[in-house]
C-alpha cells in the first residue's frame, strides 16, 4: 500500500481526497496535517470510517510528522505560500509529491525540479487534475497548430473566493497554446480589457487574450475561443463537481507512487495523453 500524507485534509479539496485516499484499497493514509482541526479525527472530519484513527497534527510540525510515520507520498492541494515552504521539507526528505495548488512562484519551480533530481523522489504538478480539462489542453494544442493565424481567447470562470487570476488552467491552455505555435506567451498574454480604443492584434502569434470571472460558487469553467474569418470554434469544459480533481488526484497518487524517471511529471502524462 502507498503510505500518504495530506497537506490541507480541511480545504475543499482535502476534504474529498481525504475521503477517497482512506477508502482506497491500494493507500493507506498515514498522516494528515493543516493549521485548524488540529487534534481532531480526520475520519470523523470527513465522515469516513477511518480505521486507522488518523488524528490531523500542527503543520508547523510537519518535520516531525515525516519522521514518525514516513509516508511515501504527500498530496498538497492549499495555498501557493504554505505549498512552497511544506513541499521543500518533503522532498528533501525523499518524498514524492502530488502539487494541485497553482499560482507557485518560478523560483520555486526551478528550485524545486532541482530537488526532485537530488532526492530522487518524482512529482507530478499539475493546475488542474480532472480527465476532461487535461483533453482540452491536448486539444488546444492540436487546434492552435493548425489555426494560428485566427484569434484565441481563453475565458474562465470561478467562484467569488479564487484568489489568483487568471486561473492557472487557464495559463496552462494559452502554454500550451504558445508552445504549439512557436511563440512566447510572456510576449503575447493580454489580460482582460480596459473601457475604451483597445483594438486586438489579430491573429494567436501576436495576441491571446484571457479574461476572467468570479462569482457566486461556480467550481470551474474554461472556454477556448478560436475565431477566424466566418466561423469559430469553442472547446468548452465545466467542473459541476471538485470529485472531477479528487479522482484525478487519486490517480497522480498512484501513478508517481511507481514512476521511474526522476523528474516533475504533468497529468497529461499521469492519463497517457
Known amino acids: 500500500m502507498i503510505k500518504l ?12 481526497i481525504s475521503s477517497l485516499a482512506i477508502t482506497d484499497s491500494d493507500i493507506e493514509v498515514v498522516a494528515a496535517c493543516d493549521l485548524t ?37 504527500v498530496i498538497d492541494f492549499t495555498v501557493a505560500k504554505a505549498t512552497e515552504k511544506n513541499c521543500t521539507i518533503c522532498v528533501e526528505n525523499g518524498i514524492r509529491c502530488v502539487i494541485g495548488t497553482t499560482a507557485m512562484s518560478k523560483d520555486f519551480l526551478d528550485k524545486f525540479e532541482e530537488l526532485v533530481g537530488k532526492n530522487k523522489a518524482p512529482a507530478v504538478i499539475s493546475p488542474n487534475m480532472a480527465t476532461g480539462v487535461n483533453l482540452v489542453f491536448k486539444i ?32 496552462k491552455i494559452g502554454e500550451v497554446i504558445s508552445d504549439s505555435i512557436d511563440s512566447n506567451l510572456d510576449e503575447i498574454a493580454k489580460y482582460g480589457r480596459k473601457r475604451g480604443p483597445n483594438k486586438r492584434l489579430v491573429g494567436a502569434k501576436n495576441e491571446i487574450g484571457f479574461h476572467s470571472i468570479r462569482g457566486g460558487d461556480i467550481i470551474g469553467d474554461h472556454n477556448v475561443l478560436f475565431a477566424g474569418p466566418g466561423e469559430r470554434i469553442e472547446v468548452k469544459h465545466q467542473a459541476h ?11 497522480a497518487i498512484k501513478f508517481i507512487a511507481e514512476a521511474q524517471e526522476n523528474k516533475i511529471y504533468t497529468t497529461n502524462e499521469v492519463l497517457g495523453l
Open 5 to 16: 500524507l495530506i497537506l490541507g485534509p480541511t480545504g475543499s479539496m482535502g476534504k474529498l
Open 37 to 73: 482541526q488540529i487534534g481532531k479525527e480526520l475520519g470523523s472530519f470527513v465522515a469516513i470510517d477511518d480505521p486507522n484513527k488518523i488524528l490531523i497534527k500542527d503543520v508547523n510540525n510537519l518535520q516531525e510528522v515525516i519522521n514518525e510515520t514516513k509516508p511515501e507520498v
Open 140 to 171: 488546444s494544442g492540436i487546434l492552435a497548430n493548425y489555426l494560428k493565424e485566427w484569434d484565441i481567447e481563453v475565458i474562465e470562470a470561478h467562484h467569488h473566493r479564487k484568489v489568483d487570476a487568471p486561473s492557472g488552467t487557464a495559463l
Open 241 to 251: 463537481s471538485r470529485m472531477c480533481f479528487a479522482t484525478g488526484a487519486i490517480k
